[in-house]
C-alpha cells in the first residue's frame, strides 16, 4: 500500500493521529506532497467538510488521502456549536474565548450532555470511503487540565469524572471521537494484511 497523507495541517490532530496509528500503515503529511494552502471547508456539515477536504487534495495532487472534520454537539444548545466549532466565538478560532461562550451559555443548565463527532473522509485509488467516531459526555462548570487541545478542558467523557485535557492521552484515544474513527479506518486498510 502506497503512503496515505493526512489531510489535517493541525498539529494537534496529527500528534493524536499518529499515536493512534502506531505504525499501522505509513502516512505522510501535506508538507510531504508541497501542498501549504488551506483547505477548504464551506459545505455547512461535518461528513460535509471531511469529504470537501479529501477530495481538494485527491484532486489537485492525486494521492491517496484522508481528512477529519470534528464537531461539539450540546444537546442543550439544539446540537451547537457542531460544524461551528472551530469558530463558535468569532473568527479566531480561540479555544479559551470558545470554551468561555459555551460555559456562559450553559451557566444554570442541568442538562449539560454532549458529544465530539469525527468524521474521517478517505480518497484510495480515487474511491471515496467515510468513518464515524463519537464520544458521548457532558460539558463541565468549569475548565480543567492541561492537556489535550480545543475543547478538551470542559468535555468529561462518560465514565470519567475528569476532562479530556486531565486524562492522559492513552485514555482519550482509546475512547475519543477521533480514536472511534481512526480504529475504524485502521481497520478497514489493515483488513487484508
Ligand atoms: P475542525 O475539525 O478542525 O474544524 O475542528 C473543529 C473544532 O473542534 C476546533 O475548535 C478544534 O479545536 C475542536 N476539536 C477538534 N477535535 C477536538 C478534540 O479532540 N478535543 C477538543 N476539541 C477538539
Redesign the pocket.
Known amino acids: 500500500m502506497n503512503p496515505i497523507v493526512i489531510a489535517?495541517n493541525?498539529p494537534?490532530?496529527i500528534k493524536?493521529i499518529h499515536e493512534i496509528l502506531n505504525g499501522a500503515f505509513e502516512v505522510k503529511g501535506l508538507k510531504d506532497i508541497g501542498c501549504t494552502e488551506e483547505l477548504p471547508?464551506t459545505t455547512g456539515t461535518?461528513p460535509g467538510?471531511?469529504v470537501q477536504k479529501a477530495q481538494y487534495v485527491f484532486d489537485h495532487y492525486g494521492v491517496d488521502c484522508f481528512a477529519?472534520?470534528?464537531?461539539?454537539e450540546i444537546d442543550a444548545l439544539n446540537g451547537a456549536?457542531g460544524?461551528d466549532?472551530?469558530?463558535?466565538a468569532g473568527p479566531e478560532?480561540d479555544?479559551l474565548a470558545?470554551m468561555d461562550l459555551v460555559l456562559r451559555q450553559l451557566s444554570g443548565r442541568e442538562d449539560r450532555s454532549a458529544r465530539?463527532r469525527?468524521v474521517i473522509a478517505l480518497f484510495l485509488g480515487g474511491k471515496l470511503h467515510t468513518f464515524e467516531g463519537v464520544?458521548e459526555g457532558r460539558i463541565a462548570k468549569t475548565r480543567s487540565g492541561q492537556d489535550?487541545?480545543?475543547?478538551?478542558p470542559i468535555?468529561m467523557p462518560n465514565g470519567y469524572e475528569q476532562t479530556?485535557?486531565e486524562l492522559s492521552s492513552d485514555i482519550?484515544n482509546a475512547i475519543?471521537?477521533?480514536g472511534r474513527a481512526m480504529e475504524k479506518l485502521k481497520a478497514f486498510l489493515t483488513k487484508d494484511d
Not at 68 to 72: R, S, Y
Not at 85 to 88: E, I, P, Q, V
Not at 148 to 152: I, L, T
Open positions: 489535517t493541525n494537534h490532530k493524536e471547508e461535518i467538510n471531511a477529519e472534520d470534528t464537531g461539539l456549536p460544524v466549532t472551530a469558530h463558535y478560532r479555544a470558545n465530539f469525527t464520544a489535550g487541545f480545543g475543547y478538551d468535555f479530556f485535557a482519550k475519543s471521537h477521533r
